[in-house]
T-cell receptor
């Protein structure tokens, strides 16, 4: 595998389900990100992890719970979602050194539908 | 705060025409990056180019060229001799070089190249 991979690519879930999105990067980066892309809004940053520590949480509801067990893997745990949470969820990774940002590379996304 | 505006929501041209996608940005910081990403129907955001605020040189890569003008806070993208494979949504984005690892995206321009 190369680049950034995401699984599953498509997910349909009911509002009472619990599911997880997985992201893996093969680029040797040390920062990872979750973005939400819905039809009517620009891309929204949800979470940022640098060196496996969460450094940003953009007022995301608690029904979204991120986890970064190591610098190559990032998860987004989902529970009791709402229909308005249906969107494309994109994962990205980058290098982050000494407080300087770098180019973010994106995965193919998970298309989530909440019924 | 930073802001990116892509005023063109949709553009449709016939193959082999040249097309320019506009991007205007706002930031009070003097050190920043500007990016263009391409999002084909598959969903993945594909990195195209990064420019830093110190370098106003225009860049050409094959049929793609970018015009960065700090005086007008613009970073426009031109595709010469467009092809059907160029059909996608194109996003302009900005991030600060230091500090917050946050990409601020424009709304995107949907480009359709008709045969």
């Amino acid at each position: 595998e190369t680049g950034v991979t995401q699984t599953p690519r498509h997910l349909v879930m009911g509002m009472t389900n619990k599911k997880s999105l997985k992201c893996e990067q093969h680029l040797g980066h040390n920062a990872m990100y979750w973005y939400k892309q819905s039809a009517k809004k620009p891309l929204e940053l949800m979470f940022v992890y640098s060196l496996e520590e969460r450094v940003e949480n953009n007022s995301v509801p608690s029904r979204f719970s991120p986890e970064c067990p190591n610098s190559s893997h990032l998860f987004l745990h989902l529970h009791t979602l709402q229909p308005e949470d249906s969107a494309l969820y994109l994962c990205a990774s980058s290098r982050w050194t000494g407080g300087l940002t770098d180019t973010q590379y994106f995965g193919p996304g998970t298309r989530l539908t909440v019924l | 705060a930073q802001k990116v505006t892509q005023a063109q929501t949709e553009i449709s041209v016939v193959e082999k025409e040249d097309v320019t996608l506009d991007c205007v940005y706002e930031t009070r910081d003097t050190t920043y990056y500007l990016f263009w990403y391409k999002q084909p129907p598959s969903g993945e955001l594909v990195f195209l180019i990064r420019r830093n605020s110190f370098d106003e040189q225009n860049e050409i890569s094959g049929r793609y060229s970018w015009n960065f003008q700090k005086s007008t806070s613009s970073f426009n993208f031109t595709i010469t001799a467009s092809q059907v494979v160029d059909s996608a949504v194109y996003f302009c984005a900005l991030s600060l070089i230091q500090g917050a690892q946050k990409l601020v995206f424009g709304q995107g321009t949907r480009l359709t190249i008709n045969p």
